[in-house]
């Protein structure tokens, strides 16, 4: 059997067909009150961002329930905490402002997703609203929005990813081992458990 490649819409169309008439038209460009109470809910995103090049970047975001602030009806922000500080989506969105974010709420199988325009805000009045355990944000992502929808349930159904029976969570090494195995770096793998033992928890926000 040879590798069929799909290299039109039309191809991609025969394969997937088209989407009903709900599905075409539930994008919007405005928050609606109920998209207010998802972000409040959620703690938890993931923003996608391309470099000039076009290579890609997925970066995970959390923080307690609400950590996006909703600056007006077209406009939310998203804070920075402190990191590894690679910056590979903050290096896109300085070359290229598109941003997809998706937003989680545990336990429901829908999710939230945004599409827009980003760019990397310094310092802003708002920034006191996202203070948590007293710590600012290092920066924050202003995101004006371009598209916002609600998206189904099935790629969570069918992962059965908020069901604890199907949880694995000792299927591979601790991330102490699986960072000395696959990076090789320097420090000894005690060393690399201590640094992720309980004292990790303290660095959240320092």
């Given at each position: ?101 998706v937003f989680l709420i545990p336990g429901r199988t829908d999710t939230l997703r945004i599409n827009g325009r980003a760019r990397l805000i310094a310092d802003a009045p708002w920034f006191a609203d996202m203070e948590v355990k007293g710590h600012r944000p290092l920066l924050a992502v202003e995101v004006a929005i371009e598209q916002i929808f609600y998206h ?55």
């Open positions: 059997m040879t590798t069929r490649e799909i290299t039109s819409e039309a191809e991609l169309r025969e394969l997937i067909g088209t989407p009903m008439p709900r599905a075409a038209a539930k994008d919007r460009r405005t928050l609606h009150e109920r998209d207010r109470e998802w972000l409040a809910a959620s703690p938890f995103c993931l923003i996608a961002t391309a470099g000039a090049d076009g290579t890609c970047d997925v970066s995970p975001k959390g923080d307690p329930p609400g950590f996006a602030l909703v600056l007006d009806d077209t406009t939310i922000a998203i804070p920075e905490r402190p990191g590894n500080r690679r910056a590979d989506g903050y290096r896109n969105i300085l070359a290229n402002p598109h941003v997809g974010l189904c349930a099935k790629a969570f159904l069918r992962s059965e990813l908020w069901q604890p029976e199907t949880w694995q969570p000792d299927v591979l090494p601790t991330r102490a081992r699986l960072i000395k195995e696959v990076e090789a770096p320097a420090e000894s793998l005690a060393d690399l458990e201590r640094h992720y033992g309980p004292a990790y928890l303290e660095t959240l926000y320092r």
